[in-house]
């Protein structure tokens, strides 16, 4: 299991924008595969984006946010990053990024077997 701590949440006007980071520790950080889920107040805790582990090659977006969202990852610095931009009231929640060693590509938050402490991402209209 990695350790994993994000930060970079805060609150922004609607239309602006945040970048998410996603500190992994350990030295096998290429092995997971890596995904940021949202929770919304009142709601339930939602797929955001997916990488691939090594080269992150393969990525995945809710519709939601498909456009104005991007996952990248730095295996050199155990990170991976949201960039999100046009955010919107809809995006406020509290972000968390979860991690999976291997090659599966499931969306399931049940299948990441590491999680992180969240960080609240609020958007004001």
């Known amino acids: 299991q990695v350790q994993l701590v994000e930060s970079g949440g805060g609150l922004v006007q609607a239309g602006g924008s945040l970048r998410l980071s996603c500190a992994a520790s350990?030295?096998?950080?290429?092995?997971?595969?890596m995904g940021w889920f949202r929770r919304a107040p009142g709601k339930e805790r939602e797929f955001v984006t997916f990488?691939?582990?090594?080269?992150?090659?393969?990525?995945y977006y809710a519709d939601s946010v498909k456009g104005r969202f991007t996952i990248s990852r730095d295996n050199a610095k155990n990170t991976v990053y949201l960039q999100m931009t046009n955010l919107k009231p809809d995006d406020t929640a509290v972000y968390y990024c979860a991690a999976r060693w291997g090659p599966s590509m499931s969306l399931r938050p049940d299948d990441f077997g590491s999680w992180g402490q969240g960080t609240q991402v609020t958007v004001s209209s």
């Open positions: 990488i691939s582990w090594n080269g992150g090659g393969n990525t």
């Open positions: 350990g030295r096998t950080f290429s092995s997971y595969a």
